[in-house]
């Protein structure tokens, strides 16, 4: 059996749609929305299965990970965040590269000798990467206006993967995947698929109009902490309006805390675009925190721990 693992956010999406251009298999699908990582612990995998990982830390899949690679079960690792040490494993097969500048669908596409890059593109939007998103769009001969949609396809995908649940999102992840693939360019599927598009760009800027009516709660010159309501638009929108905020602001890092159902915070952290480190340390000082160099958050951050998250953040980007 095969199993495809990704993170359900543009990244991961992204990813999996040039691989299974290139090597079509039929597998089964486990994902979930952008916060849920521990995807690993959900596959039922034995001995000569092959199971494919992108864009999920692999710190934080490691115990399963092992016990796969233990079972006899063939893992292909694609990656960009925290992963501490990678098991030495005839099993495993691990591209992972912690450069901030880097995603998933870049190093895939990479990995493919560039052969659905428009793809990579697109994911490198919804991850924030402008420059490199530019720079792997340079030998597709696009016209600014394509390359807009790329740009625009991408955030809307990665704005659909944040929820606390596949609930409040327009399409759970795997659905998206499903809609999306099949298609060798991003821009085949915005032709074909108007509705889906105009769906996702009108979900996305009514909840980003939400949004920016939000004053910060804490700022300075180096850094703004903003809190938005336990609402479904709120949790949807945290990641990609953090994005937004660093790129209106990039020599400050901002945190954007969403209430929670459990009774504390949801946190997006991003550091400034001028200096994309520290982001995964400071989530990592917290439970359930962790990320990447850039772009980085916390599952739930207790209401009391706010003045020590506000505190560390500050002093980390002072």
């Known amino acids: 059996m095969n199993f495809d693992v990704f993170n359900g956010d543009a990244d991961g999406i992204c990813a999996l749609i040039q691989l299974r251009l290139a090597e079509p298999v039929d597998a089964t699908l486990i994902t979930g929305v952008k916060r849920d990582i521990s995807l690993l612990k959900r ?20 115990q399963p990970l092992v016990e796969m690679l233990d079972n006899q079960v063939e893992v292909f690792y694609v990656d960009h ?12 097969t691990a591209l992972i590269n912690t450069d901030a500048n880097v995603c998933t669908s870049l190093l895939v596409d990479r990995y493919l000798d560039h052969r659905f890059t428009a793809w990579a593109v697109t994911a490198a939007f919804g991850d924030n990467l402008e420059d490199s998103a530019v720079l792997a769009a340079q030998g ?6 394509q390359l807009d949609s790329l740009r625009q396809l991408g955030i809307y995908i ?7 649940s ?6 759970a992840p795997d ?5 999306l693939s099949g298609y060798e360019s991003p821009l085949d599927f915005i032709a074909s698929r108007a509705d889906i598009y105009r769906q996702l760009r009108e979900g996305y800027d009514g909840d980003m109009a939400l949004a920016e009516h939000t004053k910060a709660e804490f700022k300075t010159d ?5 809190i938005l309501p336990d609402a479904k638009w709120a949790r949807r929108v945290s990641g990609v309006w953090s994005n937004d905020l660093a790129n209106q602001y990039p020599e400050r890092a901002h945190a ?30 917290f439970p359930g925190g962790g990320g990447r160099k850039a772009a980085a958050g916390i599952n739930h951050l207790p209401l009391e721990f706010l003045p020590t998250m506000i505190q560390a953040f500050e002093q980390r980007y002072a």
Do not use: M, W
């Not at 965040?81 to 005839?90: K, S, V």
């Open 43 to 62: 596959v039922d995998a034995n001995a000569g299965d092959i199971v494919t990982v992108l864009d999920i830390s692999l710190d934080k899949n490691r």
């Open 81 to 92: 965040h925290q992963a501490g040490e990678i098991p030495e494993h005839p099993g495993l």
């Open 140 to 145: 597709l001969n696009l016209t600014s206006a």
């Open 158 to 164: 990665n704005y659909n993967g944040y929820g606390s």
């Open 166 to 171: 596949v609930e409040d999102l327009y399409f």
């Open 175 to 179: 659905q998206l995947y499903r809609l």
């Open 222 to 226: 180096k850094v703004a902490v903003f």
């Open 256 to 285: 954007v805390l969403t209430h929670n159902q459990q009774g504390g915070y949801l946190v997006s952290v991003r550091a400034p675009l001028n200096n994309k480190t520290g982001a995964d340390e400071l989530c990592k000082q």
